[in-house]
């Protein structure tokens, strides 16, 4: 498999998210923001996390603007699979690519600690190693992270699966660190080929460090 | 010409920064406060005369950029000057 990491002035996460899918065995392609297509055969674009073009305005509202955005949008329109991780996740909310915005965080703080995620559907490449009501033990590391959407947006992701995970304590209770509306976590589209999420699974990879339940998730991706 | 866009979340949109110098100014005893929105002010210089057509172009760019429309309302001033 391919994978595409998209590098805008900012980004942070691209080395950790390259060497994540390296170590899943996979090919991997840092791709700068100025590059107007994506590599021949990409079958993954990942928008890493960071503060792209020092999130100036709000978070990833310039990134959406970036000429390697456009091949990412027309990639994603054609049904290439896309994951946005922290940064990432806002660049396909402010693109549209995803329903919803992202606000600051309810506490007006930056939040970097580990916190449990409860998979809520599994019906999808991402999340299709994992099991509905596992809990998974991911960082998350963000000041704009607060997912909102209105009413009618909010019951038409439930209907239509596309909730993919919560916050959650280590038993599955519902926690929310930053007042993401019902403490969501991650989202995808209605075609189930653009996924978002503000924890870092590639930062879950090692034990030694103290998770590797990202690479169950990462490796939904993989054939 | 300057244009001023004003930009604040919309009504029923938590807004989390209001809500902390809301709180910090009930500690100072400012308690007839009763709500504090915290929005964002954007100064253009547009070269233009024309009032209608830099209100239309201003527009354009509060759908595209300045604003997230799905969170943010937006207004467009021409101050007096």
């Known amino acids: 498999m391919l994978v595409a990491v998209a590098v805008f002035p900012g980004t942070n996460c691209e080395i950790d998210t390259k060497y994540a899918f390296e170590k899943l065995g996979q090919e991997v392609v840092l791709v700068f923001h100025k590059e107007e297509k994506l590599p021949e055969g990409t079958d993954l674009v990942v928008l890493p996390g960071g503060f792209s073009y020092g999130d100036y305005l709000r ?11 456009k091949a990412v949008i027309a990639f994603a329109q054609q049904g290439g699979k896309v994951l946005g991780i922290c940064n990432g996740f806002q660049m396909l909310v402010e693109a549209r690519l995803l ?26 490449t991402f999340l299709r190693r994992c099991s509905v009501g596992e809990v998974l033990n991911i960082p998350i590391a963000h000041g704009e992270g607060s997912f909102y959407i209105d009413p009618e947006g909010l019951k038409e992701l439930y209907a239509k699966h596309q909730v993919l995970l919560t916050y959650c304590d280590e038993k599955g ?20 080929n653009v996924f978002g999420l503000m924890p870092h699974p590639e930062r879950a990879i090692e034990a030694i460090l103290g998770s590797d339940d990202g690479v169950k998730m990462l490796r939904g991706f993989l054939d | 010409m300057k244009v001023i866009v004003n930009i604040q979340l919309k009504n029923g949109v938590l807004d989390p920064q209001g809500k902390a110098v809301h709180h910090a100014l009930a500690s100072l005893k400012f308690d007839e406060v009763g709500d504090v929105r915290i929005g964002k002010q954007i100064i253009l210089e547009v070269a233009t005369d024309d009032q209608a057509k830099a209100k239309e172009r201003v527009t354009v760019m509060c759908e595209e950029l300045l604003a997230n429309t799905v969170i943010e309302n937006y207004t467009i001033e021409f101050p007096a000057c």
């Open chain 1, 173 to 192: 209770t519902p926690q929310n660190p930053n007042g993401s509306i019902d403490a969501i976590a991650g989202i995808c589209n209605e075609a189930k």
């Open chain 1, 99 to 124: 329903p919803g915005a992202m606000k600051r965080n309810e506490n007006v703080h930056f939040i970097s600690q580990f916190h449990h995620l409860k998979v809520v559907h599994n019906d999808n």
């Open chain 1, 59 to 69: 978070s990833a509202a310039i990134a959406k603007f970036s000429p390697i955005m």
